[in-house]
């Protein structure tokens, strides 16, 4: 079965920094593209990062410059750096499965993200 | 970027219903390899979204056949043929045509 489990969320401050975590199992990490997600509250769908198998990065002109995606095959593991963060960042972040950069087919329980002082 | 509009924003059904979602997008999504990177989610209250339909009409495994969808180029739908109670949630639409990934609004799918 497969399990995606984001953890790292927290409150986080105006301008300050925060690394999420997505562990992957039931599948073959290395062999799938991932992505990030996020949602504000009672928001729609905001696709914030993705990464190839070969570690090639994409992101949207919202995040280019703040996040970093970033990937560790060994330990089956997904991440996303967040610096400079904004009150707009508040959201709960999913991690997804991708296929290539066509579709997102498996989705993890999120974790929630709130940057106020 | 490619901006995906949906229609209606909230859809009340009566149970057994027919219901239809519209999907547009701002630009063609017919990939230069010739294939149509159309997909919708739904999201039922306080879970994650969860993938129904791909490529403008390929069914997820373990997804009703009630559920289907069609369209291309532009113009995308999705259909439920008799709402369940089930259904409640919103639907989005995404294309994976083009850089960056892009999600329509979405669209509240209630029982009247």
């Known amino acids: 079965e497969v399990q995606l489990v984001e953890s790292g969320g927290t409150l986080a401050q105006p301008g300050g920094s925060l690394r999420l975590s997505c562990a992957a199992s039931?599948?073959?990490?290395?062999?799938?593209?991932m992505h990030w997600v996020r949602q504000a509250t009672g928001k729609g769908l905001e696709w914030v990062s993705g990464?190839?198998?070969?570690?090639?990065?994409y992101y949207p002109g919202s995040v280019k410059g703040r996040f970093t995606i970033s990937r560790e095959n060994a330990k089956n593991s997904l991440y996303l750096q967040m610096n400079s963060l904004k009150a707009e960042d508040t959201a709960v972040y999913y991690c997804?499965?991708?296929?290539?950069?066509?579709?997102?087919?498996?989705w993890g329980q999120g974790t929630l993200v709130t940057v106020s002082s | 970027d490619a901006v995906m509009t949906q229609s209606p924003v909230s859809l009340p059904v009566t149970l057994g219903q027919p219901a239809s979602i519209s999907c547009r997008s701002s630009?063609?999504?017919?990939?230069?390899?010739?294939?149509?990177?159309l997909n919708w989610f739904q999201q039922r209250p306080g879970q994650s979204p969860r993938r129904l339909i791909y490529?403008?009409?390929k069914r997820d495994s373990g997804v009703p056949d009630r559920f289907s969808g069609s369209g291309s180029g532009t113009d995308f739908t999705l259909k439920i043929s008799r709402v369940e109670a089930e259904d409640v949630g919103v639907y989005y639409c995404?294309?994976?045509?083009?850089?960056?990934?892009?999600f329509g609004g979405g669209t509240k799918v209630e029982i009247k």
């Open positions: 997804a499965r991708g296929v290539g950069a066509t579709s997102l087919d498996q």
């Open positions: 039931g599948f073959t990490f290395s062999a799938y593209d």
């Open positions: 990464i190839g198998t070969a570690g090639d990065t």
């Open positions: 630009q063609s999504l017919v990939h230069s390899n010739g294939n149509t990177y």
């Open positions: 490529e403008i009409s």
């Open positions: 995404m294309q994976g045509s083009h850089w960056p990934l892009t």
